[in-house]
Nanobody, 119 residues
Framework: QVDLVESGGGLVQAGGSLRLSCVMSGRTFGLYPMAWFRRAPGQEREFLCAIKSSGSTIIYADSVKGRFTVSRDNAKNTLYLQINSLNFEDTAVYYC????????????WGPGTQVTVSS
């Protein structure tokens, strides 16, 4: 049983920053690539970024380059997403996912954490 649990979401003012976390259990975290996605209200799920198991390779969606930073701490089984300069379009449920291969084929997802950006 692989479980992913996101945290760190909440209500944030526009222009602010937030760091999301995702803890994985049931699988050796350091062996698998991880990724972040989001789904905004009325929108399809959007890929944000992915990071290889070692952290040596990272890919970002063009829409978030420069504002989003993904990282991982394999000793803590934790994936992070730093989001800076939040704007209203960042309001969404943010999900972490894990998978195999590269680019990853995702097989497990967390329940998500809500991020709401206010004025």
């Amino acid at each position: 049983q692989v479980d992913l649990v996101e945290s760190g979401g909440g209500l944030v003012q526009a222009g602010g920053s937030l760091r999301l976390s995702c803890v994985m259990s049931g699988r050796t975290f350091g062996l698998y690539p991880m990724a972040w996605f989001r789904r905004a209200p009325g929108q399809e799920r959007e890929f944000l970024c992915a990071i290889k198991s070692s952290g040596s390779t990272i890919i970002y969606a063009d829409s978030v380059k420069g504002r989003f930073t993904v990282s991982r701490d394999n000793a803590k089984n934790t994936l992070y997403l730093q989001i800076n300069s939040l704007n209203f379009e960042d309001t969404a449920v943010y999900y972490c996912a894990t998978g195999t291969n590269w680019p990853p084929k995702y097989d497990y997802w967390g329940p998500g954490t809500q991020v709401t950006v206010s004025s």
